[in-house]
């Protein structure tokens, strides 16, 4: 069964820095686009930065772009979020998400594995 895993979330001031970690314990990791996606109190599951397969292509929600990069490391099968400068709009639940065959890369569908979310709170 496959297990995905994510890390690092927290209470943090306006203007910190965090870093989330998902851990997926995919076969062959590096063949799945992975995304990270989050729902904010109240509200939808939001697309936030996701990764093609092999490294090749990153893509970002306008507002985290220039904040936020999205890495992998498939010799460990983990998926980063490094979160600069964070603004109290980025409170949410935080969640990652693989996918062998994602065609719109910043909707939910096609995403075939999920976490259970990790809980990021910025303070103003």
């Known amino acids: 069964q496959v297990q995905v895993v994510e890390s690092g979330g927290g209470l943090v001031h306006t203007g910190d820095s965090l870093r989330l970690s998902c851990a997926a314990s995919?076969?062959?990791?590096?063949?799945?686009?992975m995304g990270w996606f989050r729902q904010p109190p109240g509200k939808e599951r939001e697309f936030v930065a996701a990764i093609r397969w092999g490294g090749g292509g990153t893509y970002y929600a306008d507002s985290v772009k220039g904040r936020f990069t999205i890495s992998r490391d498939n010799a460990k099968k983990t998926l980063y979020l490094q979160m600069y400068n964070l603004k109290p709009e980025d409170t949410a639940v935080y969640y990652c998400?693989?996918?062998?065959?994602?065609?719109?890369?910043?909707?939910?569908?096609?995403?075939?594995?999920w976490g259970q979310g990790t809980q990021v709170t910025v303070s103003s």
């Open positions: 995919l076969l062959t990791f590096s063949r799945y686009t």
């Open positions: 998400a693989a996918g062998a065959d994602v065609r719109l890369i910043g909707t939910t569908s096609g995403y075939d594995y």
